[in-house]
């Protein structure tokens, strides 16, 4: 899915978790987030990307602040992250200066995975992913890849014979703790954006390849 608004970046290092207190469907799907955010630092129009969705302000409060995400929106990303109680991974859009701790990230969903297994290893938790045939090219091992808004290595990636991929992520604690990918459960659906360089690597070789 696009963004809300166009030509922002962020870097998948997540800043804050924030917790959907209410979601309104009027028109637009209004949700309001409550954060730990210092809201009069943040002006209204700002972009802040929701567990990897670039999304707009819209109204703010001390604590808080109101989204208004399209129908389109919704129906390209996870499900699971519109609904109340739901905790979000929040970043705000990276400025000129800022150091880029993570990847380059657009804000914009390519497609929707889902989780496959979870397991400790070691004080870290491995986690399985698999994608639709329409990314799953796009995963490569030891490249980068955003879920639901952070910036994470590919360890592993399995083609499987349906055209699909199941690729494996390991969450350090630190990462597992102050994020809510510890909240991630078998069978649940997460946003993945793969990494832009996939897409102009992709968009090179369709080239080549047309002009053979």
């Known amino acids: 899915s696009g963004p809300e608004k166009g030509r922002t970046m962020f870097t998948g290092i997540i800043t804050d978790v924030g917790t959907i207190t209410k979601a309104e469907q009027r028109g637009d799907l209004r949700l309001i987030i409550q954060c730990g955010y210092d809201m009069a630092g943040v002006d209204l129009g700002a972009s802040i990307a929701c567990s990897g969705v670039c999304l707009t302000v819209v109204d703010k409060g001390a604590d808080w602040f109101a989204i208004d995400a399209s129908a389109e929106t919704v129906s390209k990303t996870s499900s699971a992250m519109w609904t109340q109680g739901r905790r979000l991974n929040l970043e705000r859009a990276l400025k000129i200066g800022d150091e880029l701790g993570g990847h380059i990230v657009t804000g914009h969903v390519d497609g929707v995975g889902t989780i496959a297994a979870i397991a ?19 995963i490569a091992t030891k490249g980068s890849v955003t879920v639901d808004g952070v910036s994470l290595t590919v360890n592993s990636v399995a083609d499987n014979a349906d055209g699909t991929a199941t690729f494996g992520l390991n969450i350090i604690p630190h990462t ?15 946003n993945v954006e793969i990494d832009v360089l996939a897409r102009y690597l992709a968009r090179m070789q369709e080239r080549l390849s047309a002009a053979r």
């Not at 400790?120 to 796009?138: F, K, L, M, N, Q």
């Not at 597992?176 to 997460?190: F, I, K, N, P, R």
């Open 176 to 190: 597992w703790d102050v994020t809510a990918l510890g909240d991630l459960a078998e069978g649940q659906q997460v």
């Open 120 to 138: 400790p290893e070691g004080d870290s938790h491995r986690v399985s992913v698999t994608v639709g045939a329409e990314i799953a090219p796009y």
